[in-house]
């Protein structure tokens, strides 16, 4: 195959996960699906057709498919032609159209169909079941991806084993920096760090102990820090600031010492895989008791802020920056104390009070990545050749494809290689002087939605990624994760059954809620009696469905890791 020709790269947030993608609920509307009578979980040897159509998604900026010269190029290789049906606008509808009167395209592309809606669709007939095709003839690029990462298999094959739709995601992980082990850049999103220039004028260690963060903590507001070291106004000093129960800006790295930290979670708060393989609920155990009890004297004492229960993340920016706040939380030090940034440095992570059973415990309970989801590109019972389709698109998950298809053709958005063949991503002054246009804007035009699967390694092997990504990775890898005794966690990519997603939806907020409401007012009130917190286990038992959605979570597990092997 000739090589295709890209450019550029664009500059992404970290935070962005792209995995997730959009869902639409596309089985809401319309009446019952019509019965295609389709074979299940069979191979259609067919190859006679080479003309397609495609129904899907775009970006507001592109300008459409039909001129792409990326998919132009992949559609001659394949020996194949592509009529594009794609749209920014209205799809949910159009596609519910389509599949309501069984007017059916070839596929449906960059849809975002969730679980549900493709479990549905493949017990009806009207999606194939693309495992058969899934082989080192007929898509090798793909079948390699999910020999070598048995839990992208996992997160996209439903409960009776049939793959409705191939796999689209972003992993940007340490593999991206050429380390060893490839750990999501989300594995700890709270970096923990304290104001080193106030340690040295009191004559304080960096702390590694909660109880030597506290007595750090008091330092800073006995001798009112921010006035006496900076010249802020007297009484100015807030010894810690952060929000509550935020995700990179969030109290729950303090937590560590009496062994977990409960992230903010994509599958449901306070939810953990234990190292032994278990599922559980970390805020029904006697160390989340304990560690409110420890966090609530501080708050009395007045060493944690007391608008963190309701400040904005830039009203805490606002503050960091202007001198006020010794400890704190986010994802770059840079990005949150501004000039202050150099007077700053991480904290390990803290072990637990002294003459306590938390005496030498620390955890940190990592958090998952990007999902991985499958709702980007569907063959329909309407295709009478998937071989000749799916060829197509097993050369998206080339690196140096999907790169392209990210952001655009090689001389666009990359024009240079460095000293290893990485291709650069053009910068925006570039952009603007050659298109006139920023390249965010340059890529919303070149961008192709569809199952793109970005792995960790495309960033070390194809295009490199952002100078901000790489610095958290690096501080993740060298600082963070080997302070992390395990790094089991819930993976978000289970895929759960329809009786069970009515499960979650009956339950889930309202069990949250109950979590985050008492929670905060533990820290705040105090206040754990035996009475109280029995209380508050029946209340999540009886009222919030605990067991239900334990159930439901570790049935949806046990398949998840089934599915792996």
């Given at each position: 195959m000739r090589k295709i020709q890209w450019n550029g790269w664009v500059k992404r947030t970290a935070a962005l996960v792209l995995a997730a993608g959009m869902v639409l609920g596309l089985t809401a509307c319309g009446s019952k699906s019509p019965n295609y009578n389709t074979e299940p979980h069979t191979l259609n040897p067919n190859t006679d057709q080479t003309e397609f159509t495609i129904m899907g998604g775009m970006s507001a900026l592109s300008a459409g498919y039909e001129d792409n010269q990326v998919l132009n190029q992949l559609q001659e290789d394949s020996g194949i032609h592509i009529s594009w049906s794609t749209m920014s606008d209205s799809l949910s509808e159009q596609v519910n159209i389509r599949i309501a009167g069984n007017i059916m395209p070839d596929a449906f592309l960059g849809v975002g169909f969730n679980n549900y809606d493709l479990s549905r669709h493949g017990d009806d007939g009207a999606f194939i079941d693309l495992a058969p095709y899934i082989t080192p003839e007929i898509m090798p690029n793909l079948y390699q991806i999910l020999e070598d990462n048995p839990k992208v298999k996992a997160a996209i094959t439903m409960e009776d084993g049939g793959i409705y739709g191939l796999p689209a995601g972003e992993q940007m992980g340490t593999g991206g920096i050429g380390a060893e082990k490839d750990y999501s850049i989300y594995t700890i999103p709270q970096f923990s760090m304290i104001n080193k220039a106030w340690l040295d004028e009191l004559g304080l260690p960096v702390p590694t102990t909660l109880d030597e963060l506290h007595d750090a903590l008091k330092a800073f507001k006995d001798n009112d820090m921010a006035h006496t070291y900076y010249g802020a106004a007297a009484g100015s000093t807030i010894p810690m600031s952060t929000g509550f129960d935020q995700w990179c800006w969030g109290q729950n790295i303090f937590y560590s010492g009496f062994g977990f930290t409960n992230w903010p979670n994509d599958v449901c708060a306070d939810l953990t895989l234990w190292g032994d393989g278990s599922v559980g609920f970390v805020s029904t155990t006697q160390n989340y008791r304990d560690a409110l009890e420890y966090f609530h004297n501080w708050y009395a004492e007045g060493l944690m802020d007391v608008e963190m229960f309701s400040q904005t993340d830039s009203q805490l920016i606002s503050k960091c920056q202007q001198g006020y706040v010794g400890v704190s939380t986010w994802w770059y030090i840079e990005e949150l104390m501004g000039k202050y940034s150099e007077d700053y440095v991480f904290l390990p992570v803290l072990t637990g009070p002294?003459?306590?059973?938390?005496?030498?415990?620390?955890?940190?309970?990592?958090?998952?990545?990007?999902?991985?989801?499958?709702?980007?590109?569907?063959?329909?019972?309407?295709?009478?050749?998937?071989?000749?389709?799916?060829?197509?698109?097993?050369?998206?998950?080339?690196?140096?494809?999907?790169?392209?298809?990210?952001?655009?053709?090689?001389?666009?958005?990359?024009?240079?290689?460095?000293?290893?063949?990485?291709?650069?991503?053009?910068?925006?002054?570039?952009?603007?002087?050659?298109?006139?246009?920023?390249?965010?804007?340059?890529?919303?035009?070149?961008?192709?939605?569809?199952?793109?699967?970005?792995?960790?390694?495309?960033?070390?092997?194809?295009?490199?990624?952002?100078?901000?990504?790489?610095?958290?990775?690096?501080?993740?890898?060298?600082?963070?994760?080997?302070?992390?005794?395990?790094?089991?966690?819930?993976?978000?990519?289970?895929?759960?059954?329809?009786?069970?997603?009515?499960?979650?939806?009956?339950?889930?907020?309202?069990?949250?809620?109950?979590?985050?409401e008492q929670e905060g007012l533990w820290i705040r009130d105090g206040g754990i009696t035996d009475a109280a917190w029995q209380s508050y286990i029946d209340h999540l038992n009886n009222k919030c469905g605990m067991q239900e959605l334990l159930q439901v979570y570790t049935e949806a597990y046990q398949r998840y890791a089934a599915a792996q092997q």
């Open positions: 002294e003459g306590t059973q938390y005496e030498g415990t620390r955890n940190v309970t990592v958090r998952t990545g990007g999902g991985t989801n499958s709702g980007q590109l569907s063959i329909t019972s309407a295709c009478q050749s998937p071989i000749n389709l799916l060829k197509f698109f097993d050369k998206w998950y080339d690196g140096e494809i999907v790169m392209q298809l990210q952001y655009g053709p090689i001389g666009v958005y990359f024009n240079e290689q460095d000293e290893n063949g990485v291709w650069l991503s053009i910068t925006e002054d570039e952009a603007q002087a050659r298109f006139g246009k920023g390249a965010g804007e340059l890529k919303g035009q070149y961008e192709v939605w569809g199952p793109k699967l970005i792995l960790s390694k495309y960033y070390l092997e194809n295009f490199r990624m952002e100078d901000r990504a790489i610095e958290r990775l690096e501080d993740l890898y060298n600082y963070w994760m080997p302070q992390v005794d395990s790094d089991s966690v819930y993976p978000v990519d289970c895929v759960f059954t329809s009786d069970e997603l009515d499960t979650i939806d009956r339950y889930k907020a309202d069990f949250e809620s109950a979590l985050s």
